[in-house]
């Protein structure tokens, strides 16, 4: 029972630490990854609270130290399925009916909890997991999360404000946004911690009840999401965390009549797959399910003849190859005009040739290993098909060994068309591939741009020129959900840039913003008149 209207303003964004040598944050990170190391864990199921094992264990290894066992987890089965859906939906009365204060401290307590007590470590297990330096681990799997978790409860503290006008004496409006009418299933991805905990706490926030399936080479931090949920109050069987075949999962899920929603991170093939299945199945659902989906990008830099070539390398160097290029916001693909593109090229080769590859535990290795060996071949046969076509010329890069891990150079391909494969197909990884045109013919390559990929997630123009930039921005307006002027294409701010994508890139949604939560919900009218009529007869039927 609520008694107050309670108040939870916009919080700051979670200040990124620096992890530079002599800090604090440094030495405690090394110890945490140091600490990860000389044990091998076993990672079981939580359905309905309870952790289960179930004897088929899977090893887990550092993407860049495949040699080396983080430890395992436990593979469930069709079985643990059906019970995390039944846990659930048992749960759902008494979660949906909590005060929504009590729900919302149980999440503002889980980020208080990352930003403190588990910073360290989970920031590590990321590092080791999924191979990301420090820097990136802090943006993500601490930040990023913390904002997801905190600002989450702001937004929605800000939906449940909004409320109809009373227009009429003797009468009164009101709007209930209730939880969704079943369970929600949470579907979630390698390359982000972040998006891995935001996918189904933000659905919770909203009093539903999920189930989360995390991607097989995430599950070693996942745990320790699930784990400091658990420590934060949330109750048994809100969230449950399973490790099962995708294909399985989807049948039982898309096929049962309380399926709710999805809330997804991952390729678009897949996820057209799942909405496919869902229509299929419309018939049924107790309710049209809510289908939220960010799939897949081939994102572009716009670079005009009156740009900064520093800016323009910067924002390449580090839009295409910060975690190994592994973000499906990652630039992708640069078309450089003419006048320019001998300094830019000279000058990205060079800082390429600068960047130190290695494994997490040395802070000086700029780029790590690519997340498996299903992603090393298949970044390794574009960059062979590369090498060996006249179409494409390697500017840097183009090794490869995964010998002791995945490692791939950071690569650049010149294309000399700009439809080439490399242009136009989504590769994942640490390739960016650039197209040179006539420096005269901006407008034509912005339409030449919109036309090359299907997806439609980030993009960026860099221009000093105020009429290009306003040009592009123009013509450009469905060829990303996040648009960026003069700088990388990269690292949308919980709260500032609202990120999701349209097209092929997903229902654009905006996660980080009270967009994604108003799918969570489904609002209820309620008019109360407190005189009401005692006759069918209206004024207007009466005589002259």
């Not at 991952?266 to 797959?273: D, P, Q």
């Not at 390429?352 to 498996?372: H, L, Q, R, S």
């Not at 097209?503 to 969570?520: E, H, I, M, P």
Request: charged fraction near 20%.
């Amino acid at each position: 029972m609520s008694l107050g209207y309670f108040s939870y303003p916009q919080p700051n964004n979670e200040p990124v630490l620096s992890y530079a040598p002599g800090t604090a944050e440094r030495m405690a990170l090394k110890k945490a990854i140091a600490d990860a190391k000389k044990k091998s864990i076993e990672i079981p199921m939580y359905i309905g609270g309870k952790a289960i094992k179930t004897g088929n264990k899977i090893s887990i290894h550092p993407p860049h130290e495949i040699k080396h066992t983080l430890g395992y987890f436990h593979m469930g089965e069709e079985k643990h399925i059906h019970q995390a859906i039944d846990v659930a939906l048992k749960a759902k009365p008494s979660w949906e009916s909590m005060p929504w204060e009590d729900r919302a401290h149980i999440f503002l307590k889980a980020a208080d909890l990352i930003a403190t007590k588990y910073r360290a470590q989970l920031n590590a297990a990321t590092m080791l997991c999924q191979s990301k330096n420090a820097y990136q681990a802090e943006i993500d799997s601490a930040c990023e999360l913390i904002d997801f978790l905190r600002f989450n409860v702001h937004f929605l503290s800000q939906i449940y404000q909004q409320q109809p006008p009373a227009v009429a004496a003797g009468m009164h409006n009101r709007t209930e946004w209730r939880a969704l009418e079943g369970f929600v299933l949470a579907i979630t991805p390698f390359n982000f911690t972040a998006i891995s905990g935001n996918l189904p706490t933000s659905a919770a926030l909203c009093g539903n009840v999920v189930v989360w399936k995390a991607a097989d080479t995430q599950i070693y931090s996942a745990q320790l999401i699930m784990r400091i949920l658990k420590e934060a109050g949330l109750p048994d069987g809100v969230i449950n965390l399973i490790h099962v075949d995708g294909p399985t999962l989807g049948e039982i899920c898309f096929s049962h009549p309380d399926f709710a929603g999805i809330h997804f991170t991952g390729s678009s093939k897949v996820f057209n797959n799942i909405w496919k299945t869902i229509g299929t199945n419309i018939d049924k659902f107790k309710a049209y399910p809510r289908i939220v989906g960010e799939t897949g990008g081939k994102d572009f830099v716009l670079i005009h003849k009156s740009a900064d070539v520093d800016t323009a390398v910067t924002a390449l160097a580090r839009g295409a190859f910060e975690y190994q290029g592994q973000k499906c916001s990652a630039a992708s693909r640069a078309y450089l005009p003419s006048n320019l593109a001998e300094k830019i090229k000279e000058k990205l080769v060079a800082v390429i040739k600068t960047f130190k590859m290695g494994p997490v535990e040395d802070f000086g290795n700029f780029i790590n290993a690519v997340i498996d060996e299903r992603s090393f071949d298949k970044i390794a046969k574009y960059i062979d098909n590369a090498k060996k076509d006249k179409k494409a010329k390697i500017l840097v890069g183009g090794g490869y060994d995964k010998s002791e891990g995945y490692f791939i150079e950071p690569t650049v391909i010149e294309a000399k068309d700009p439809k080439y494969v490399t242009m136009c197909e989504e590769i994942f990884g640490p390739v960016l591939s650039i197209y040179v045109y006539d420096e005269n013919k901006f407008e034509e390559t912005i339409a030449v741009l919109d036309k090359t990929s299907p997806y439609a997630l980030t993009g960026a123009v860099l221009a000093q020129d105020r009429e290009a930039i306003a040009l592009a921005t123009e013509k450009l307006r469905h060829s990303s959900g996040n648009f960026y002027i003069n700088d990388k294409p990269t690292g949308a701010v919980v709260g500032q840039q609202p990120f999701g994508g349209a097209r092929a890139s997903g229902t654009n949604d905006k996660a980080g913003s009270a967009l994604n939560l108003y799918r969570w919900l489904s609002a209820r009218s309620i008019k109360e008149t407190f005189n009401p009529p005692t006759s069918y007869e209206y004024p207007f039927l009466a005589k002259d």
